[in-house]
């Protein structure tokens, strides 16, 4: 892989079209491959065709999802996300009975709906969907608290670039 980079810019050519670039390689080489992707910005016009999703997000800042032969998304990562998002997500540990903690998560203005992951009677994993924009972590931590349960975490979850490539290629979703 890293022949075949050099290789291609010896010639120094504008457009360089890089087909899963990180393929086979151990983790400190994908490192200095994805350095050497991101020098080159500015310089060249860089392709870039992977299915290694996480690689797309520390080395593009632009992003084309094709699925079936069309595009079904264009943009940044982050215009992605913007785009698709419904609502912002929080997960929490809480130790205590879940229906006594899902009411009080539930009872806290902008929290949209909280759900229980796992099926532990004292389940302590939750994902808590919020309206967007809004913060609600020190409602939650009060409410949890004052309700006597014991919060082990909580931090909010963005949408990855594998969430928004699962969405806009198994949904009808064009944006």
């Not at 087909?19 to 050497?36: A, H, S």
Request: with cysteine; hydrophobic share 40%.
């Amino acid at each position: 892989q890293r022949v075949g980079l050099a290789q291609a810019l010896v010639h120094n050519p504008s457009v360089l079209i890089l087909d899963e670039p990180t393929g086979g390689l151990d983790p400190k080489q994908i490192i200095e491959i994805r350095e050497v992707i991101k020098s080159l910005r500015g310089e060249h016009t860089i392709v870039l065709s992977t299915h290694i999703l996480p690689e797309v997000s520390m080395t593009c800042e632009k992003v084309v999802i094709i699925s079936q032969g069309r595009i079904v998304g264009e943009g940044s990562p982050e215009s992605l996300t913007a785009q698709l998002k419904e609502s912002d997500v929080l997960h929490a540990q809480v130790l205590g009975p879940v229906e006594a903690v899902g009411e009080a998560l539930r009872s806290i203005d902008g929290v949209l709906d909280a759900r229980q992951e796992g099926d532990d009677s004292q389940a302590d994993s939750w994902v808590i969907s919020v309206t967007p924009g809004q913060d609600v972590r020190d409602a939650v931590s009060r409410a949890i608290i004052d309700g006597g349960f014991s919060l082990r975490e909580l931090r909010s979850q963005d949408m990855s670039l594998e969430d928004i490539f699962l969405r806009l290629t198994t949904e009808e979703t064009t944006i």
